[in-house]
């Protein structure tokens, strides 16, 4: 096995683990820079098919990081991309929990977590935006998805329903 690699693998996603703010699909715009654009371990459409898999698995949605290691080295590479993405942010997540119960009525934790809101939804925004063009879906695809989020913000509904009539209208738009 490469160790070379395995450091690659644990460096990337270990520091990447450290702005996920929002959540681990808040990191799909620099994963896809890291692994399909800095280092070409895979192209977009592998990297489509590996975020689609994670997505569709049930699991955590940082199944992602996982997935590629696997695909890049095997159980070694799954399990040193696994660890280097949870372990960071866990141990953060212990001191802030312990930081917000002891300051929770101070005004500037108020004030930085409520900046952190529109951070986090921006970064969501752009994962979106990331995975749809790494798909390389074309015009149709890109109204599908528009449509779908727009459905989505606007509708009480599940996300599911909408999502799986995106599927529907897309696979029917490849037949034709």
């Excluded at 004030?111 to 986090?120: C, E, F, I, R, Y």
């Excluded at 063009?133 to 459905?151: D, E, K, N, P």
Aim: charged share 10%; hydrophobic share 55%.
């Amino acid at each position: 096995m490469n160790g070379r690699l395995l450091l690659q693998i644990g460096w990337i996603f270990g520091s990447l683990s450290l702005i996920s703010i929002g959540g681990a699909n808040v990191l799909i715009p620099e994963i896809h820079r890291q692994v399909v654009e800095t280092h070409a371990w895979l192209d977009s459409e592998s990297f489509a098919r590996l975020f689609a898999i994670s997505l569709a698995a049930p699991g955590p949605n940082i199944m992602l990081a996982s997935i590629i290691g696997w695909h890049l080295a095997g159980l070694p590479g799954l399990m040193v991309a696994t660890v280097a993405i949870l372990t960071p942010p866990s141990i953060m997540a212990l001191f802030a929990g312990r930081g917000i119960r002891r300051w929770s009525e101070t005004r500037g934790l108020q004030v930085l977590t409520a900046g952190l809101v529109p951070v986090a939804l921006g970064l969501m925004l752009a994962s979106g935006m990331v995975a749809s063009r790494a798909a390389h879906v074309g015009v149709t695809g890109y109204a599908i998805t528009g449509g779908v989020g727009l459905a989505v913000f606007c509708s009480k509904r599940n996300p599911l329903v909408w999502m799986g009539l995106g599927i529907i209208a897309f696979v029917l738009s490849q037949s034709f």
